[in-house]
Each structure stands twice: as structure tokens, then as C-alpha cells.
Nanobody, 126 residues
Framework: QVHLVESGGGSVQDGGSLRLSCVVS????????AGWYRQAPGKEREGVAT???????VYTENVKGRFTISRDVAKNTLYLQMNSLDPEDTGMYYC????????????????????WGQGTQVTVSS
């Protein structure tokens, strides 16, 4: 059975850092494409970063240079290191994966990811 469980969210000051984790069970994270999405209050969910099965990352423009997506094969865990956080980064962060996909979807299309976690809240205050 497939499970994605996020953790690592919290409240930080503007300019702070957080590392989100997503523990995956039911398949091998290094064999598929996976990613992080977020939903700010009152806004639609948006893609933040994805990682192809070969390890190639893709980032949305406004997190480039600040966020890093990675994975630990031994722990079967997906990470999102977030630095220089801004209040605009506030939202619920979700990890997603699809066992049939090895490359990132175009335009972070959510429909291309079959499995989703429950989310972890990130709040950045100014």
C-alpha cells in the first residue's frame, strides 16, 4: 500500500529555513518522479519543485536559488530544503509522486501525480 507522509513544517521568521520530509512507502522513491506542491490561503495549489527519476530537479521560478529538492534512497524519503523563506512562501506543503512517471510533468500538472500526502503547514512571519 502506498503512503506519503510529510513532516518538518512549522513557523519561522522571514529569512529563516525549514526542511520538509516526505517518507514514502509502497514504492521506491528513486524509481519515479516526485515533487512538492503548496497551497497558500485563498489560492490554488501550485507546483514548487519536482525531481525526475534520474535525479534532475525542476523548480518554479520564485523558489529557484532558495529551495532544493532531494531524496535519500536508503530512507526512501523526499526532502525540500527551504532557505531565505519569505511570507509569500506560507502555505500547506504537499508531496506527490506517481509510480508510472519518471520525468516531471509539464507546468507542474497535478493530474500527473497519482499519490499525495496529507500536507505539512509552513508559516513565515515578517
Amino acid at each position: 500500500q502506498v503512503h506519503l507522509v510529510e513532516s518538518g513544517g512549522g513557523s519561522v521568521q522571514d529569512g529563516g529555513s525549514l526542511r520538509l520530509s516526505c517518507v514514502v512507502s509502497g514504492f521506491t522513491i528513486s524509481s519515479v518522479c516526485a515533487g512538492w506542491y503548496r497551497q497558500a490561503p485563498g489560492k490554488e495549489r501550485e507546483g514548487v519543485a519536482t525531481i525526475d527519476a534520474d535525479g534532475s530537479p525542476v523548480y518554479t521560478e520564485n523558489v529557484k536559488g532558495r529551495f532544493t529538492i532531494s531524496r535519500d534512497v536508503a530512507k526512501n524519503t523526499l526532502y525540500l530544503q527551504m532557505n531565505s523563506l519569505d511570507p509569500e512562501d506560507t502555505g500547506m506543503y504537499y508531496c506527490a509522486a506517481d509510480t508510472t512517471r519518471v520525468v516531471s510533468p509539464r507546468m507542474f500538472a497535478e493530474a500527473d501525480f497519482e499519490y499525495w500526502g496529507q500536507g505539512t503547514q509552513v508559516t513565515v512571519s515578517s
